[in-house]
């Protein structure tokens, strides 16, 4: 069996016209993987469709006059469904091809054919009431009727092969067809075949005449002989629909413009659908004329920020036939690339940016202005060393792993170019890179946490954190650890060596350790233990020279209102810079709402890179009622130097800058830094 596949009958296949009737489809899954999704498709507004039903857990996801789709339940391997749609029959008398797709994903991504079920309304198009007549010694006259107008053929010849042949280009329902050039005394085998307007064809079986003698000539030559059809064939339309776009693609654009085409197919063209990701697909704005054979379209993208986007179309004709566009490339450019806010972590630990020697750094950031790709630089005295970052095409999100293995600072900046060949070197601040913790002769170190549950020390579980416990120190003697908020201590041995213990100590935030054991050698007590002094690495300072006052702006709030940097004034207040994208946002806003209720101080929570309505969603997710701004092209960072999240900046009375501090800040410490 294919991977994926699928096959399909229709009943009843013939309705009564101007009528509504139900459509079953029995959908059965030929293939080796479970089908996820359906989709029936009307070929013409002649099979309209007014509702359908829901069998069992299957839900429907769209439902329209020209198709259904189900969702939310499966086929097996094996298994089969019927799918009940409801239609309204028109005034014509037609036979046409409905389409039925399916896919294995959930939201009919990569959908495939299960094929093309007939269904006729009123009477089939046929061949009725043959007859022969005006017999002479060299011809005769065909006659018949068809219930559709359409043009005419006559294969005729002594034998079934036929192979000459008389036609009539004229659509008519009733026929007359000369056959000339017979010979005397013979019989002779034809055909009929007439043609509608769109192109279905209908056959007659094989009828026979035998012309008059020379010596019955002066005998009548009118007599007529009945002949009724005994074969009808209707022609399957198997061509593909074509379509252009006139959109000038090579242009690049400030924002998405409308993309306009035309289609066109014998059979009429059913829909003309378009994707911006190569997977789900949505139907165009407008088509001039549906199920016309020469239509025009457009569309117009919506929420397209910065970037470039791979647009395709694809078109259906009423006989269930697909035709698809190249895949053209639509470059949005209003604004420079620009990276935001950065977050910085050793497995999901958040860190800021200080770490031991040897150990790697995820790096995180946001962007803005539709950059194609980013390029970080990491300088180390003179040296830059290359990283080039990769983009979640989910989350939008840019993000890469660092590795640092030697003890210094480290100046990160990004180099961003997008899809019209702008670029920007944008300034993420300074990595600080300690030295390691050292423990000789290979020893092994052990880290116990405090367990508030059990009320007692354990050993830690560093899997979590991607990191390991017990640890050995490698082939320096040395050995990595990042431990996140909590009360520890820790425990170094080594063969020949005095246990050593340091004492119990607290972490209020994720902090690197790299206590140097200098181990003392075994004597002949085998329990001493050596204490040592807790010493917490020493944590990069706040560094940069602040400006005097923020920057002018006016940017909306969840509320669509706009707030001016100058309403920051008359108590201290402090802006917290923030992406809702980051593990800690609900945590740091929960701190800062607790600093709300007091109407001794402002807190504003600026959004950067994000957009209003997102704003509005996370608010209303938290129930926060705090002041929140959408910096959706991220203006202030660049101004206030803000590259890490959170970011608090601090201000008086007067607006005047008094501190910045990075990191998660409790409602005492925000206090502390708004007292100063």
Not at 242 to 251: E, I, M, P, R
Not at 409 to 434: C, F, H, P, Q, W
Not at 500 to 517: G, H, M, Q, Y
Request: glycine share 8%; hydrophobic share 35%; proline share 5%.
């Amino acid at each position: 069996m294919a991977a994926a596949s699928c096959s399909v009958s229709v009943s009843p296949s013939s309705l009564s016209l101007s009528t509504s009737s139900t459509l079953a489809f029995s959908v059965n899954n030929t293939g080796s993987s479970s089908i996820l999704w359906i989709r029936i498709n009307s070929p013409s507004n002649n099979f309209e469709i007014t509702s359908a039903e829901e069998p069992g857990s299957w839900a429907l996801q769209e439902s329209d006059t020209t198709h259904v789709s189900y969702y939310t339940e499966k086929i097996l391997p094996g298994g089969s469904q019927s799918f009940n749609v409801i239609i309204s029959t028109g005034q014509n008398n037609v036979s046409q091809n409905w389409s039925v797709e399916a896919s294995e994903e959930f939201n009919g991504g990569s959908p495939f054919s299960c094929g093309n079920p007939t269904v006729a309304i009123g009477q089939v198009f046929a061949i009725s009431s043959i007859s022969v007549g005006s017999i002479t010694t060299s011809g005769a006259t065909i006659t018949w009727t068809t219930n559709e107008a359409a043009s005419s053929v006559i294969e005729y010849g002594t034998t079934t092969a036929y192979g000459s042949t008389a036609t009539d280009t004229n659509l008519a329902t009733s026929h007359s067809v000369n056959l000339t050039g017979l010979s005397s005394g013979t019989t002779y085998n034809f055909r009929i075949k007439n043609i509608n307007a769109t192109g279905a064809t209908v056959e007659s079986g094989n009828n026979a005449v035998t012309t008059a003698t020379t010596s019955s000539s002066g005998s009548s030559t009118t007599s007529t002989t009945t002949i009724t059809v005994t074969k009808t064939v209707e022609v399957k339309d198997t061509a593909s629909p074509t379509l252009s776009l006139s959109t000038n693609f090579k242009k690049v654009y400030a924002q998405a413009p409308e993309i306009v085409g035309k289609a066109s197919d014998a059979s009429g063209v059913a829909r003309v659908e378009y994707t911006l990701d190569g997977k789900n697909w949505l139907p165009v704005d407008s088509i001039d004329k549906q199920f016309g054979k020469s239509v025009s379209f457009s569309f117009l993208p919506g929420g397209l920020l910065d970037g470039n986007y791979p647009i395709k179309i694809r078109v259906t004709d009423a006989a269930g036939n697909v035709g698809f566009s190249p895949t053209y490339t639509l470059v949005i450019d209003r604004l420079p690339p620009r990276v935001g806010l950065a977050m910085w972590s050793v497995g999901p630990l958040v860190i800021e940016p200080t770490i031991l020697e040897g150990m790697k750094l995820k790096l995180s950031l946001s962007a803005v202005g539709g950059p194609t790709e980013i390029v970080l630089c990491i300088k180390y005295q003179v040296l830059c060393r290359e990283s080039k970052l990769s983009k979640d095409e989910e989350t939008g999100l840019w993000s890469g792993e660092i590795k640092f293995d030697k003890a210094g600072e480290y100046k990160i900046t990004a180099a961003s170019v997008d899809g019209a060949d702008n670029k920007t070197t944008n300034n993420l601040g300074t990595v600080r890179v300690l030295p390691a913790g050292v423990l000789p002769a290979e020893g092994t170190v052990t880290v116990y946490y405090f367990e508030p549950t059990g009320g007692q020390f354990r050993i830690w579980d560093g899997r979590p954190f991607d990191q390991v416990n017990p640890q050995s120190t490698d082939a320096s003697d040395k050995y990595h650890l990042m431990l996140p908020a909590g009360k520890y201590y820790l425990e170094a041995t080594a063969p020949e060596f005095r246990k050593a213990r340091t004492e119990i100590f607290t972490l209020d935030k994720t902090t690197p350790v790299n206590i140097n054991f200098d181990l003392k050698k075994r004597t002949w007590w085998p329990w001493e233990v050596e204490s040592v002094a807790w010493e917490p690495a020493e944590q990069a300072p706040e560094t940069g020279e602040l400006p005097t006052s923020l920057p002018f702006f006016a940017l909306p709030s969840d509320t669509g209102e706009l707030v001016y940097s100058s309403s920051l004034r008359g108590v201290p207040t402090v802006v917290t810079f923030l992406s809702s994208w980051v593990p800690m946002a609900s945590e740091q806003v929960t701190e800062l709402q607790k600093l709300a209720n007091n109407k001794n101080y402002k807190v504003v929570v600026v959004f950067a890179q994000q957009p209003q309505s997102l704003v509005e969603i996370f608010k209303k997710r938290g129930g926060y009622s705090l002041t929140m701004l959408a910096d959706a092209d991220g203006e202030l960072l660049e101004p206030l130097d803000i590259s890490s999240v959170p970011t608090h900046v601090f201000l008086d009375r007067k607006g005047k800058i008094t501190g910045v501090r990075r990191g998660v800040l409790n409602e005492e410490e925000l206090l502390n830094e708004l007292s100063k």
